[in-house]
């Protein structure tokens, strides 16, 4: 009676073992997506930020390109961590975001004026003069591309039915160095003093 237990046991182990080979890789072909950020995009974020600062490239846009490097290390470190406290995700994102870019802006200390004159004696909330720094908003406007841009990829892998090798990364570099570019020109045209 106890080798026919063993013998039950033995083959109930041997089955789990073969639905799960086998499950796996099949279930593989049913996942939507994936996430897309990965060292990949990171390294590319942060080379494509260390040449701006080189060619001389304007505070914002270099703001454009440290915060998608900040967005993409947090979303690539929070994907390789198990889930342990709710919005942990979002914690390790903002976290790295604010690591990286806070410390940053009291060197980056380019400054716009924006009066604001609605109503109210001068030093009013409605009545001021605000300071943006620019490498901060910058910084805002790259972290959204790098949080759009894996979406974007998606995209265009469902509409052209296949996706080519490194499509996401190429998307979301493409993506920042465009809008960084975009924004060094209208700024030196629009700030120019």
């Known amino acids: 009676m106890i080798k026919i237990n063993m013998l039950q ?19 593989l072909f049913f996942i939507e997506r994936v996430e897309a950020h990965c060292p990949l995009c990171t ?25 998608a490097f900040a967005f993409s290390t947090g979303s690539w470190f929070s994907n390789m961590l198990k889930e342990y406290i709710p919005f942990q995700r979002l914690i390790v994102i903002f976290s790295s975001f604010s690591l990286t870019v806070f410390p940053l802006t009291t ?9 604001i004159h609605l109503f109210g004696d001068y030093g009013s909330i409605l009545n001021r003069t605000y300071l943006i720094n620019l490498f901060f908003i910058g ?3 790259g972290a959204i591309i790098a949080y759009i841009a894996p979406e974007i990829s998606w995209k265009i892998t ?10 996401g990364v190429i998307v979301t570099l493409t993506f920042i160095i465009l809008i960084s570019l975009f924004i060094h020109v209208l ?7």
């Not at 041997?14 to 279930?27: L, M, N, Y």
Request: hydrophobic share 45%; proline share 3%; glycine share 6%.
């Open 43 to 67: 390294t590319g974020a942060a080379i494509v930020a260390g040449t701006a600062a080189m060619l001389g490239i304007n505070q914002m846009s270099m703001g454009v390109l440290v915060g």
């Open 107 to 115: 060197i980056m200390s380019d400054f716009y004026p924006i009066y």
């Open 139 to 141: 910084s805002i406007i």
């Open 158 to 167: 469902l509409k052209r039915k296949k996706s080519i090798k490194h499509q």
């Open 9 to 27: 046991s033995i083959v109930k182990i041997k089955k789990s073992k073969v639905r799960k080979a086998v499950s796996i890789p099949f279930s």
């Open 187 to 193: 700024s030196s045209i629009l700030l120019k003093n």
